[in-house]
């Protein structure tokens, strides 16, 4: 079975710094693009930022400047770099992963991880 685990949520002040982690883990034979969503309350999920197997990256308009993807394919892991955060970046951050596995290649989502910002 694949895993995605996620890790370095947590309460911070306006205008601090948080990085993300996502690890996966199980029987993965190739991790293609990755990404990183958020839900805040009463909200649909967005997509934040998505970084392809080669690197490219894109990023929500309203992180842009601020948050910064990256992965290390050796460690299978996807960081979010998250500077300057404001109050409406408050929401449980979310990785997903589209990975070829047994049977087939599919997306895998974590457990999400909360991300507070206080004033």
């Known amino acids: 079975q694949v895993q995605l685990v996620e890790s370095g949520g947590g309460l911070v002040q306006a205008g601090g710094s948080l990085r993300l982690s996502c690890a996966a883990s199980g029987i993965i034979f190739s991790i293609n693009a990755m990404g990183w969503y958020r839900q805040a309350p009463g909200k649909q999920r967005e997509l934040v930022a998505h970084?392809?197997?080669?690197?490219?990256?894109n990023y929500a308009d309203s992180v842009k400047g601020r948050f910064t993807i990256s992965r290390d394919s050796a460690k299978n892991t996807v960081y979010l770099q998250m500077n300057s955060l404001k109050l409406e970046d408050t929401a449980v951050y979310y990785c997903?992963?589209?990975?070829?596995?047994?049977?087939?290649?599919?997306?895998?989502w974590g457990q999400g991880t909360q991300v507070t910002v206080s004033s």
């Open positions: 997903n992963a589209d990975i070829t596995t047994i049977p087939d290649q599919r997306p895998f």
């Open positions: 970084i392809t197997r080669a690197g490219s990256t």
